[in-house]
């Protein structure tokens, strides 16, 4: 039981996340519905991080350079005309 609640301790809010990240919550919330890591638990109506998925998402950033969001589209010379 003291093991499960130690785990519990250990669960992150988006606001951690981006903290940590030195990122904003739009991007930890936009990653999240991009499916994209970290991937979170969802308790309910709450959503957590756990330290493991932070840890995995940075050690994966150093090796694989994990880009942290969508690349940008281009714009051609046409006002209305956007590439990607």
Same mark, same amino acid.
């Given at each position: 039981?003291?093991? =499960? !609640?130690?785990?519990?301790? %250990?669960?992150?809010? &988006?606001?951690?996340?981006?903290? /940590?990240?030195?990122?904003?919550?739009?991007?930890?919330?936009?990653?999240?519905?991009?499916?994209?890591?970290?991937?979170p638990? =969802? !308790?309910?109506a709450?959503? %957590?991080?756990?330290? &493991?998925?932070?840890?995995?998402? /940075?050690?994966a950033?150093?090796?694989?350079?994990?880009?942290?969001?969508?690349?940008?589209?281009?714009?051609?010379?046409?006002r209305?005309?956007?590439?990607?």
């Amino acid at each position: 039981m003291e093991d =499960k !609640i130690n785990q519990l301790q %250990r669960l992150l809010t &988006e606001r951690d996340v981006a903290d /940590l990240l030195r990122v904003s919550v739009a991007t930890i919330r936009r990653r999240r519905l991009l499916r994209q890591p970290p991937h979170p638990l =969802k !308790i309910g109506a709450s959503v %957590r991080y756990t330290c &493991e998925s932070i840890l995995s998402l /940075l050690a994966a950033s150093d090796t694989d350079g994990v880009r942290s969001e969508a690349p940008k589209k281009e714009r051609s010379g046409h006002r209305n005309d956007w590439r990607g």
